[in-house]
């Protein structure tokens, strides 16, 4: 059975008939309302936050946000980007609280560092897996999502994202990409080996696990895979890299990558010191 983002663009599948098809399933709303409120539970929000919501659809995960009582650390406001204008208009239409913007995710994400507290995304970034025309690449995609994300993400600001992998290629790609754009990541499955297996990537923007690292959240969960390149890194001194080694250099020109400027090619020679003259 061929999946939908393997034939068609995620704006032109989810088109005003598909967009109402899909919101008025009771099916689809249930499994919906299922997703998010684990996403709300590994988030472990104690208070009420300001949340990104990530291929939001027609606002049936935004409804759930909204309405999550003060006990439970809520109600949360919210704010949902999508690419489809049908599922919007359909979010709109059933005058959803929160605010919307039509947006295409493989393209980054809009707002200011350090905008929002904490996002959601649930069945959403599988579609950036898949190129679009032969100028896009999932791989450019998928690192200018998580590079906006990150960025729109306070200190230690945390994001839950359910996906639908095709396969383990598809998983390590989006896993990477979150790794390689600062994040502290995690990838948990709810009944795994079954039809109805769920992923849930869980990640932490900066921060530390006494400060609330989501991969302390996750770590010693059962089917917990603890993806953290931030404990990898080698230190010099004092826990601190040292400036003009190698290492330092790498990081600084990820830097200027993610504020779109053009670096050169790391090599065998970046980093290395040069022989006297004389």
């Not at 929002?116 to 100028?135: G, H, K, P, R, Y």
Request: glycine fraction near 10%; proline fraction near 3%.
């Amino acid at each position: 059975m061929s999946r939908p983002e393997d034939t068609l663009q995620a704006d032109i599948h989810y088109d005003d008939v598909e967009a109402r098809k899909y919101t008025t399933s009771s099916r689809i709303k249930n499994i919906q309302a299922s997703m998010t409120q684990r996403a709300l539970e590994l988030l472990d929000l104690q208070e009420p936050s300001f949340i990104l919501d990530v291929g939001c659809g027609s606002g049936l995960s935004g409804e759930i946000l909204s309405e999550v009582p003060e006990d439970e650390g809520g109600p949360h406001v919210w704010v949902g980007m999508d690419i489809s204008a049908s599922m919007l208009d359909v979010a709109l239409q059933r005058d959803v609280e929160g605010d919307l913007l039509l947006a295409d995710i493989g393209q980054g994400v809009p707002f200011r560092a350090g905008t929002f507290d904490a996002a959601i995304s649930i069945s959403a970034i599988q579609w950036l897996c898949n190129a679009e025309t032969s100028e896009t690449s999932p791989a450019g995609r998928l690192s200018r999502f998580f590079n906006g994300l990150y960025m729109s993400l306070k200190r230690g600001g945390r994001a839950v994202c359910q996906f639908y992998p095709k396969n383990d290629v598809q998983r390590h790609m989006i896993t990477n990409a979150a790794v390689k754009a600062g994040f502290g990541a995690g990838i948990l499955e709810d009944d795994p080996e079954t039809k109805n297996m769920k992923v849930y990537l869980v990640l932490t923007a900066g921060g530390s696990a006494a400060s609330g690292d989501i991969t302390g959240v996750v770590d010693g969960m059962d089917g917990v895979d603890v993806l953290d390149s931030r404990k990898k890194s080698p230190k010099a001194g004092k826990g601190e890299i040292k400036k003009g080694s190698k290492i330092w250099i790498i990081k600084k020109k990820e830097q200027m990558e993610r504020k779109g400027k053009i670096v050169k090619a790391t090599t065998k020679y970046t980093g290395r010191k040069r022989r006297v003259q004389f």
